[in-house]
């Protein structure tokens, strides 16, 4: 592939995630709620698409664990291709509820369901009590550690440089801008703001295709690459090169993530995967300068 753009995911891609983001899924849904799910089973949410946080991927948890309190049958692959079908996303994990249950039971699954509080006891156990007072302005209800101390860094020094070296690069991740910053600094990645998408800077988020194009015009590339962890990330290349045909766009896989392994390979390519690489350290090798 030549490009001379490179946009990488944060989440899965340069940081490992597992005990930070999907910890946080888990707990905070134990925590609200008294029950929850297995770290395993976040990845058939995240498959359904259109979960561009993890806010959100909380959300239909718990919804999946109240219906599953109200009475529905669906175990979490059926639940969650149905999500699918609906067209992803939180819409779809609401519209699926009502498939599986009576309206009446459906309609007090959502009245049970806290996205506030979900998200703030979310924040709490990803940040810890520092960062929480920093960044949302507020009192912990208790003193700890964040989640967020917890993120090995994926990508090399050696690799970032070969990027740097041959390609501009870019970031469009769905973290809050204040906790990419984190990351990134972490990882010892400096990227201008004009090149990077969070998920303060766009509404749509993946697999919609607008901030792609977007920092592929701002580095007046004309060969982008996106390396992600994600099903919406391949898909995202995807679609701007179907909305973009000026450009040449190529979305690559990353197992680092929840898609792992030969299954985590087949579903990249039938997503429309350009390549699927073992880690972001391969990706210097997949790539020449345009």
């Known amino acids: 592939m030549q490009v001379d753009a490179v946009v990488l995911d944060i989440d899965g891609v340069l940081v490992d995630v597992a005990d930070s983001y999907r910890r946080a899924i ?30 959100l991927v909380t959300d239909a948890v718990a919804l999946f664990v109240l219906a599953r309190r109200a009475g529905m049958a669906a175990d979490v692959p059926t639940f969650t291709e149905e999500v699918a079908q609906l067209g992803g996303g939180i819409d779809g994990a609401t519209a699926a509820l009502r498939e599986f249950l009576r309206p009446e039971s459906a309609a007090d699954v959502l009245e049970r369901w806290d996205s506030d509080r979900l998200r703030d006891v979310f924040q709490q156990r990803y940040l810890g009590s520092d960062l929480y007072r920093e960044l949302e302005g507020k009192e912990p209800a208790e003193e700890r550690v964040g989640y967020i101390e917890d993120e090995p860094v994926l990508i090399e020094p050696k690799t970032i440089q070969a990027l740097r070296d041959a390609f501009d690069l870019g970031i469009l991740t769905g973290r809050p801008a204040a906790e990419a910053d984190l990351a990134l600094d972490r990882i010892g990645l400096a990227v201008p703001e004009d090149r990077r998408f969070t998920m303060d800077d766009w509404d749509e988020g993946k697999p919609h295709p607008a901030a792609l194009i977007t920092l592929a015009e701002r580095c007046d590339a004309s060969g982008v690459a996106f390396a992600g962890d994600t099903l919406d990330d391949v898909e995202t290349a995807v679609n701007a090169a179907a909305e973009d045909r000026s450009r040449d766009y190529y979305g690559i896989g990353v197992l680092t993530g929840g898609l792992t392994g030969e299954a985590g390979r087949r579903a990249f390519e039938s997503a429309g995967a350009a390549e699927v690489i073992e880690s972001v350290n391969d990706l210097p090798e997949v790539l020449e300068p345009r």
């Open 26 to 55: 888990v707990d905070s849904v134990d925590r609200v709620y008294g029950e929850t799910l297995p770290k395993s089973a976040i990845q058939s949410f995240k498959d359904a698409g259109g979960f561009n946080n993890d806010w």
